[in-house]
Structure formats: C-alpha cells, structure tokens
Nanobody, 124 residues
Framework: QVQLVESGGGLVQAGGSLRLSCAASGRTFRMGWFRQAPGKEREFVAA????????YYADSVKGRFTISKDNAKSTVYLQMNSLKAEDTAVYYC????????????????????WGQGTQVTVSS
C-alpha cells in the first residue's frame, strides 16, 4: 500500500512561485499531479515516470510548471512559476503502483493512490 503525503501549498500573488512536494511510502511506477478548482472537474497537471524520468504536462502549465523527483527521498516535486489566478485549486498527488499503460498519464483512474490534497490560492 502506497501512502502519499503532500506539502507546500499556500497563498501567493499572481506571477509568484510555489513548490509542492509529495513523499511516497512505497514503490511507484508513475507519479502525477492533478488539480480541482471549485465547481470544476479534476484535471491533469503533470506526471513523471519513476524509472526513466519521462515527464508529461498539461498544455495549460507547460513552460511554467516543472515536475521532478528525488529517488533517494521517494519524493516528487511540482515547481510552479508564473502562477495565475486560474491555477487556484486543490492539488492532488497521485501514484500508480503497477506498470503504466502507454499514453494513460493524464487519466486519473489509472492512478492507484492519492494524497490528501493541498490548497493553492493565487491572488490577482
């Protein structure tokens, strides 16, 4: 059973930066970040393959957000720069504990474990 512990959310002004962290307790094959804004469905943000480090991004965050990992700490990070008001959401860390399906990185049902969520609020 993989447990995920998130940290790093908060309040920031537009144009600012935040870094989210997610520590995993067990083996994972792929980890991702999703977000859910009030009244909206949960959406994919970014993902990373644990063994090869391949990264994937939603178009809305490409060039502004960077996902990375620290194998020694079993931790994945989401560096968020040039934040916009529309980035305001609860951000969830997710992990897939089985070999990933090709092309499925953006589908939330393909992740087996989820963090508790951390609020990111960007003021304009």
């Amino acid at each position: 059973q993989v447990q995920l512990v998130e940290s790093g959310g908060g309040l920031v002004q537009a144009g600012g930066s935040l870094r989210l962290s997610c520590a995993a307790s067990g083996r994972t094959f792929r980890m991702g970040w999703f977000r859910q804004a009030p009244g909206k469905e949960r959406e994919f943000v970014a993902a990373i393959g644990w063994s090869d480090g391949t990264t994937y991004y939603a178009d809305s965050v490409k060039g502004r957000f960077t996902i990375s990992k620290d194998n020694a700490k079993s931790t994945v990070y989401l560096q968020m720069n040039s934040l916009k008001a529309e980035d305001t959401a609860v951000y969830y860390c997710a992990a897939r504990a089985r070999p990933p399906l090709i092309g499925s990185y953006y589908i939330d049902s393909n992740y087996d474990h989820w963090g508790q969520g951390t609020q990111v609020t960007v003021s304009s």
